[in-house]
């Protein structure tokens, strides 16, 4: 099983920009699927983009696309996402996992915990 740990939120003005980064260990990286989720106070968790093994195949939620890139480094172990334009509405601890797209919806692939995750702050 793999281990996924995110980092790099912080406070960013409106339509600035951040990189997450998704480190694993434990399992053999490139045989995963790996995604992050975001969750806000009050508001139901969201898939926000899930990449391939391989990463060759990329989705995203409707409310991100155009301004998130996800990408992976099978060497480094890390999956990173290029948060450009970010909107007040992107403020939220965001989490990594092992993702699926059902019916165009990202959802978690696996189960325990969400772990620490990283807090992204939208403010002026």
């Known amino acids: 099983e793999v281990q996924l740990q995110a980092s790099g939120g912080g406070l960013v003005q409106p339509g600035g920009s951040l990189r997450l980064s998704c480190a694993a260990s434990?399992?053999?990286?490139?045989?995963?699927?790996i995604g992050w989720f975001r969750q806000a106070p009050g508001k139901e968790r969201e898939g926000v983009s899930c990449i391939s093994s391989s990463g060759n195949k990329k989705y995203y939620a409707d409310s991100v696309k155009g301004r998130f890139t996800i990408s992976r480094d099978n060497a480094k172990n890390t999956v990173y996402l290029q948060m450009n334009s970010l909107k007040p509405e992107d403020a939220a601890v965001y989490h990594c996992?092992?993702?699926?797209?059902?019916?165009?919806?990202?959802?978690?692939?696996?189960?325990?915990?969400w772990g620490q995750g990283t807090q992204v702050t939208v403010s002026s």
């Open positions: 434990g399992s053999t990286f490139d045989d995963y699927v």
């Open positions: 996992a092992t993702c699926a797209v059902l019916a165009g919806v990202i959802v978690r692939d696996s189960f325990g915990s």
